[in-house]
Nanobody
């Protein structure tokens, strides 16, 4: 069983930056892909970014590419999401997720989820 705990959300003005972290525990992660999803009020959960634990291969949603960076710290067992040039439309609850296997952008194939952290971007 894997446990995921997010932190780092908050309120920021448009154009600002935030860094989210996800602490993972409970099992070996070598064959896992870790990802960030987000869900705004009244909208479906959408893919943000993903990274393979072993090789560090990444994938990004078009809406965040060039502004967000996903990374993993293999020593501290954490996943980070560096978010720059934030926009009001980035406002959502951000979730950390994990799955066995490669990069995928579909929420239903991720079996482990954190509780979420709120990110609010004011205009």
């Amino acid at each position: 069983q894997m446990q995921l705990v997010e932190s780092g959300g908050g309120l920021v003005q448009a154009g600002g930056s935030l860094r989210l972290s996800c602490a993972a525990s409970g099992r070996s992660f070598s064959d896992y892909t870790m990802a960030w999803f987000r869900q705004a009020p009244g909208k479906e959960r959408e893919f943000v970014a993903a990274i393979t634990w072993q090789g560090g291969y990444t994938n990004y949603a078009a809406s965040v590419k060039g502004r967000f960076t996903i990374s993993r710290d293999k020593f501290n067992l954490t996943i980070q999401l560096e978010m720059n040039t934030l926009r009001p439309e980035d406002t959502a609850v951000y979730y950390c997720a994990a799955r066995t296997g490669g990069l995928r952008a579909i929420a239903s194939v991720y079996g482990y989820w954190g509780q979420g952290t709120q990110v609010t971007v004011s205009s």
